[in-house]
């Protein structure tokens, strides 16, 4: 209990006072999180931290004293847990042993998409340094998949130097990545 203070504590929480409202989560948050673990065991650091932020956007509605505001809080903490548990029956969830979590792949691979956009990025930061006719031809032939003919009519030049273009970029990539020590055997 916060005491004779709650007042001045409580008017300058209201007003926004984050030392203020903090000492009013130092002297709930323990009792509301015990609460939360008996009503919603699994689920009582998020539901606390739920009820948290539903006081927070009506803490400057409230009036009353110490003991309204403990009433105020618990009430909801426990429509967050009430919440949950309809939740919960809606939308059951079987428990799987953990030896069978390694034997399920998931969907993605983050570890292969970070790679990929960190190999991405390097490509479009290669591509950068070629001068703007050049850049654009490739990345229209490579990573657009198109062939010199759409090419040509997209940038408005000739089959021909379309092909200059493209060869002339992708030679001047092979000659960077072999000086970078990524590539071997470029002919030059």
Not at 30 to 59: C, F, K, N, Q
Not at 150 to 171: C, D, F, S, Y
Request: zero cysteines; a positive charge.
């Amino acid at each position: 209990m916060i005491g004779p203070s709650f007042p001045a504590v409580l008017a300058a929480a209201q007003g926004g006072d984050e030392q203020a409202f903090a000492v009013l989560w130092r002297d709930l948050q323990p009792a509301v999180l015990r609460y939360l673990r008996v009503a919603a065991p699994v689920a009582a650091e998020d539901l606390a931290a739920d009820t948290w932020i539903s006081v927070i956007r009506g803490l400057a509605r409230f009036r009353g004293d110490e003991q309204n505001l403990r009433t105020w809080v618990f009430t909801a903490a426990r429509h967050r847990a009430m919440d949950w548990h309809r939740q919960a029956v809606r939308r059951p969830v079987a428990s799987l042993p953990v030896e069978l979590l390694a034997a399920r792949a998931a969907p993605d691979d983050p570890a292969a998409a970070v790679l990929e956009a960190q190999s991405t990025q390097a490509a479009l930061a290669l591509l950068a340094e070629l001068p703007p006719d050049q850049a654009e031809v490739v990345a229209l032939r490579v990573l657009g998949g198109l062939g010199v003919a759409e090419v040509a009519q997209i940038v408005g030049k000739r089959p021909g130097a379309v092909r200059v273009l493209a060869h002339r970029g992708l030679r001047r990539l092979a000659r960077r990545l072999e000086a970078a020590g990524l590539a071997r055997g470029v002919t030059r």
